[in-house]
C-alpha cells in the first residue's frame, strides 16, 4: 500500500482527498457509511444521555415515555459491536488502518465523557487491543486485495511512511495496554484475558512488514554497493 500526490506538501486536500486517503479506506464511499455510522452512533449516545439528565418537572425525561428504554438497549447493543466486531468488518471492507484503530474507542470515550472519568479501565484497554489488531488487519486487508496474495508484503512496495503510522498507532495502544496491566490486580484482568490473544493479529502482521521493508533495504544497499565497486 502506498500514499499518492495528492497528500503531499505544498498542497491542500480537499475533503474527498481526506475521504479517500488509504489510512482511513480504500473506497470514499465505504468511508463515508462508516464515518456515517460512527456520528449515528454519537446521535444516538446523546440522545440516550439527554433522557437521563434533561429533567421535565422535576422528573427525568426517560421516566416520561418508554421510548428511552430501546433507545438505550440499542445503543448498548451498536456499542458492543462497534467495541468488538464492526472494526474487523470494516477493515476486511475497506482497509483503512486508522479509521479502524478509532472505531472501537469513540463508544469509550462517549461512555468516559458522560461518567465524568477518564481512567483507563478495562473497556478502554478491551477497545485499544481490538483497534490495533483491526488497524494491522486493515493494512493487510487492503494489500492483499491490491496483489491478489494472501503474503502482500513479498510482491507489494511497501510505503515507508504508511508501515510507520500503523506502527506507531500500534505501539501506543500497546503502551496503554501494558500500563493497565502492569498496575492491575490479576483478579482485574480476568475480563481482559481473552482478548489478549488479538495482540497476535498486529506482531504477525507488521513484524512480517517489517522483516520484508529491511530485507528490501538491505538488498537496495548490496546491490548499490556492488555497483559502485
Known amino acids: 500500500m502506498s500514499t499518492d500526490d495528492r497528500y503531499g506538501f505544498g498542497r491542500r486536500p480537499t475533503v474527498d482527498d481526506v475521504l479517500e486517503h488509504p489510512l482511513l479506506g480504500l473506497e470514499r464511499g465505504r468511508t463515508k457509511i462508516a464515518i456515517g455510522g460512527l456520528f449515528g452512533l454519537t446521535a444516538l449516545f446523546a440522545v440516550s444521555y439527554a433522557g437521563s439528565t434533561v429533567a421535565v418537572g422535576g422528573a427525568p425525561l426517560e421516566t416520561l415515555t418508554t421510548q428511552f428504554d430501546t433507545i438505550t438497549k440499542l445503543l448498548i447493543a451498536l456499542a458492543t459491536a462497534t467495541i468488538t466486531i464492526l472494526p ?63 503474503r502482500p508484503w513479498t510482491t507489494v512496495e511497501i510505503d515507508a511512511v504508511y508501515l510507520l503510522v500503523v506502527t506507531m498507532t500500534i505501539l501506543v495502544a500497546a503502551a496503554g495496554v501494558a500500563q493497565f496491566v502492569a498496575t492491575q490486580p490479576p483478579r482485574n484482568l480476568e475480563w481482559y484475558a481473552p482478548f489478549s490473544v488479538l495482540w497476535l493479529v498486529p506482531a504477525g502482521i507488521v513484524g512480517a512488514y517489517w522483516q520484508a521493508a529491511i530485507r528490501t533495504t538491505v538488498a537496495a544497499r548490496a546491490e548499490k554497493t556492488e555497483i559502485e565497486s
Do not use: E, K
Not at 470515550?109 to 461518567?115: E, I, M, T, Y
Open 88 to 150: 474487523f468488518v470494516y477493515a476486511i471492507w475497506n482497509g483503512g488502518p486508522l479509521l479502524s484503530f478509532a472505531m472501537p474507542l469513540l463508544p469509550v470515550f462517549l461512555g468516559d465523557v458522560a461518567a465524568g472519568q477518564y481512567v483507563l479501565g478495562v473497556d478502554a484497554v478491551i477497545a485499544l487491543t481490538v483497534g490495533a489488531a483491526a488497524c494491522a488487519l486493515a493494512m493487510f486487508a487492503a494489500d492483499v486485495r491490491q496483489v491478489g496474495s494472501l
